[in-house]
């Protein structure tokens, strides 16, 4: 019999390749399997499983992982504003977690002997996949062809044309995935430290050249409105927003970032619908926590961010830090105005019961309502006390007056 072998499967050409290749080069028995994170309509579904089977597959499958997607992994990249290097919005390695989770626990229930993956050998999804399957799924073999043999997408390309597979080899020029937290794109502008991708090159083009603002409602950290309509979950709120906000070409960048393998990498992206939810929902939580709630909140959602992206999603701190993070949501709840425009966006400003800002305790910089000047007076000289303290003793010995 066959060895049966489970292939993640976009249908691209990476995992076109696979399909094929496991199939007559290797002997395995190929399920392909399909994980939809908010990057697929039905209709697209239809289309790779249509391309799937085309390929020879025994079988194909698409599960839907959007909801799971958003409550295990995107929540939490909200909750802790977490921008790569102050850009990314981890719209790849967020969805990766999902992806390879999927994958094993699939294997696992059809009684598979492999897991394969289009993965190369120079990023990071390779070690994305590789420690989630052995987590998961120990003793299943992992099979990644274009690591193995390291294959540039040309030699794909020609492989594919041997084998007579009919593929729009054209848009395989540039290597898209698009999730419900984004849509990157790797092309040969993006191999080189120097160069921007072209206008054409992004999936999503600018059509939209009046402003226009909008108001996202967050509930406890999470998006449930946007300009007054309420949806029955926030990933639904997020695909919404991207609709509007995409044709602005909103939330496109470069992002320059150390690999898990620790080589520099260059990744396009765009994400205009997360760029503008940490943005807004940021702005509402200066409004409503404390500086320290701030402050704790930014050092862990900073190791969340890169623990994540090496793929650590497993690890039981993961655990841990997403209860603080949810714990800190309790009073984000409030409504946040922006601005759209061509190729970028103003935060106007918020609107929360919660809002710490409130007038009755006094005005920054104009007045106060809450305390005299004397009561300044007095705890500006117990606040700067110890500091006080140093000088003066510091001074004395370097004087000569104090003997040590």
């Known amino acids: 019999m066959k060895k049966k072998v489970v292939l ?17 080069d290797l002997g395995y028995e190929v399920h392909t399997l399909t994980v939809n994170t908010g990057g697929f309509s039905k209709e697209e579904l239809a289309e790779i499983e249509k391309r799937a089977l085309a390929l020879g597959v025994a079988s194909h499958k698409a599960v839907e992982e959007t909801k799971n997607y958003y409550e295990k992994v995107i929540k939490y990249l909200v909750f802790g504003n977490v921008l790569k290097n102050g850009t990314y919005p981890l719209s790849v390695s967020a969805e990766r977690m999902s992806q390879a989770l999927a994958a094993a626990s699939y294997a696992v229930a059809i009684g598979a002997d492999a897991v394969a993956h289009g993965s190369t050998g120079a990023g990071n999804d390779q070690v994305r996949f590789d420690m989630v399957i052995q987590i998961l799924g120990p003793g299943l073999e992992i099979i990644t062809p274009i690591r193995d043999k390291k294959l540039s997408r040309e030699a794909e390309i020609d492989y594919l044309k041997s084998k007579g597979v009919i593929y729009n080899f054209e848009k395989a020029k540039y290597s898209i995935n698009k999730g419900l937290w984004g849509t990157s794109v790797g092309g040969k502008e993006t191999l080189n430290s120097m160069g921007m991708l072209p206008e054409e090159a992004w999936p999503t083009q600018m059509t939209k050249k009046e402003n226009e603002t909008v108001t996202l409602g967050f509930e406890k950290g999470e998006l449930f409105t946007i300009n007054g309509k309420r949806f029955n979950h926030p990933s639904e709120a997020i695909q919404h927003l991207q609709t509007i906000a995409g044709p602005y070409g909103i939330g496109r960048d470069i992002h320059v970032g150390d690999t898990i393998i620790g080589i520099k990498g260059r990744v396009g992206f765009e994400a205009a619908a997360p760029v503008l939810i940490i943005k807004a929902h940021h702005a509402l939580e200066k409004h409503v926590l404390t500086k320290w709630q ?54 106007n400003g918020i609107q929360s019961a919660y809002d710490l800002m409130s007038a009755k305790f006094g005005k920054y910089g104009e007045m106060n309502l809450g305390w005299t000047g004397d009561d300044v007076k007095g705890f500006t000289k117990i606040f700067g006390n110890q500091v006080g303290i140093y000088h003066q003793v510091k001074e004395e010995v370097e004087s000569g007056k104090l003997k040590v």
């Open 294 to 347: 701030l402050s704790w909140k930014d050092q862990l959602a900073q190791f969340y961010g890169n623990w994540l992206h090496e793929g650590q999603y497993l690890d039981p701190i993961m655990r841990d830090m997403e209860a603080f993070l949810a714990s800190s949501q309790q009073h984000v709840t409030g409504e946040v105005s922006v601005t759209l425009y061509p190729y970028r966006f103003i935060v």
């Open 8 to 24: 993640a499967f976009s249908g691209g050409l990476d995992t076109s390749y696979c399909a094929i290749y496991l199939s007559k």
